[in-house]
């Protein structure tokens, strides 16, 4: 257990990504302060200072020291605190689970993005090519596994999972249900989620399409 004040998140309730960071150390049983930015209304100065130059959520401060980048953090979580480990142990299969993570990373959230940021035709062209990166995942990464590593939760899990409080979200913009088309991809979200350390800090996905909604109006999309 780590004492208060040595592991801070520099936070934003919204944030998948930040969920990674949160998922990642209740797996390893670490407690953590979190520190709620606001990115519209002014940041902080310490989150200025500790990622000049991305200035995003989520910073991690380990004694003081800053990370930036979640996928980043989440590693170095399982490097510092190595019991339960998340990512695997043979080199093959690590290196399987970074190009998962890759790809999750450069591929889902910013197709998911542009369902509920986008308009007319735009919608319907994200819309499938969300659907068709979630088939991806479901065929290639998890097939007939329990999670995306085996038979226990880790790395790409903690990555993946984090960003499906946002799908509720998708789903409303773009008239589809990910449960239609991806069926084991939805029985691991399910099986994801009867995990305390993710349930506890998944932000409500209603709570979500409303913040959506107002970054919406924010943006002048209507
Ligand atoms: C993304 C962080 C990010 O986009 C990571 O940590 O994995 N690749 C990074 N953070 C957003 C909030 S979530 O959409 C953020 O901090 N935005 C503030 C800004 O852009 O000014």
Redesign the pocket.
């Given at each position: 257990m780590s004492k208060s004040g040595e592991v801070v998140i520099l936070d934003?309730w919204a944030?998948?990504?930040c969920v990674r960071v949160k998922i990642a150390l209740n797996e390893k049983g670490i407690e953590y302060e979190n520190r709620e930015e606001n990115?519209f209304g002014g940041k902080s100065e310490l989150l200025l200072k500790s990622n000049p130059i991305?200035?995003?959520?989520?910073v991690l401060l380990h004694h003081g020291k800053s990370l930036?980048?979640?996928?980043i953090i989440v590693d170095y979580i399982d490097q510092t605190w190595t019991s339960p480990p998340l990512l695997p142990s043979s080199p093959y299969d690590v290196a399987q689970a970074r190009f998962w993570a890759d790809f999750i990373?450069k591929k889902v959230f910013d197709a998911g993005r542009n369902i509920w940021s986008g308009q007319g035709e735009a919608v319907e062209v994200a819309k499938k090519e969300f659907i068709e990166i979630l088939k991806q995942l479901e065929e290639l990464a998890l097939a007939d596994k329990p999670f995306f590593g085996g038979d226990s939760f880790g790395y790409v899990d903690i990555l993946a999972i984090a960003l499906t409080s946002w799908f509720y979200t998708f789903e409303q913009y773009g008239g589809f249900k990910v449960e239609d088309h991806c069926p084991k991809l939805s029985a691991w979200i399910k099986r994801c989620y009867q995990r305390d350390t993710v349930s506890k800090v998944s932000p409500d996905p209603v709570k979500i399409y409303e913040f959506a909604a107002m970054l919406r109006k924010m943006q002048g999309i209507e």
């Open positions: 934003c944030s998948p990504f990115l991305h200035q995003k959520v989520p930036a980048e979640s996928t990373d």
